[in-house]
């Protein structure tokens, strides 16, 4: 079993900047892929990006160049990286691990102000 805590979230103006953190609980957290996702207001939830257990990312197209992910097995978490935020951004996000996605944590909020 896998235990997710995000935070970092927060109300950010336009073109702003956060940094979210996701810890996870578990032996095996640096052999399991890990993904961020996020659920606007009214919306599905929508995949953001994946970064796998060598580092390597890939991203949603709405995000390329302006998100980032990096991960550190050390202390089990991985981070995403947010800049140049637009209103379109606001969502809960929420963090993910393991092959379908299987361990989800709580979400956190993050609102982009116009």
């Known amino acids: 079993q896998v235990q997710l805590v995000e935070s970092g979230g927060g109300l950010v103006q336009t073109g702003g900047s956060l940094r979210l953190s996701c810890a996870a609980s578990g032996r095996t957290f640096a052999t399991y892929p890990m993904g961020w996702f996020r659920q606007a207001p009214g919306k599905e939830r929508e995949f953001v990006l994946e970064i796998g257990s060598s580092n390597v990312a890939s991203y949603a197209d709405s995000v390329k160049g302006r998100f980032s992910a990096s991960r550190d097995n050390s202390k089990n978490t991985v981070y995403l990286q947010m800049n140049r935020l637009r209103p379109e951004d606001t969502a809960v996000y929420y963090c993910?691990?393991?092959?379908?996605?299987?361990?989800w944590g709580q979400g956190t909020q993050v609102s982009v102000s116009s």
């Open positions: 993910a691990a393991g092959e379908g996605w299987p361990y």
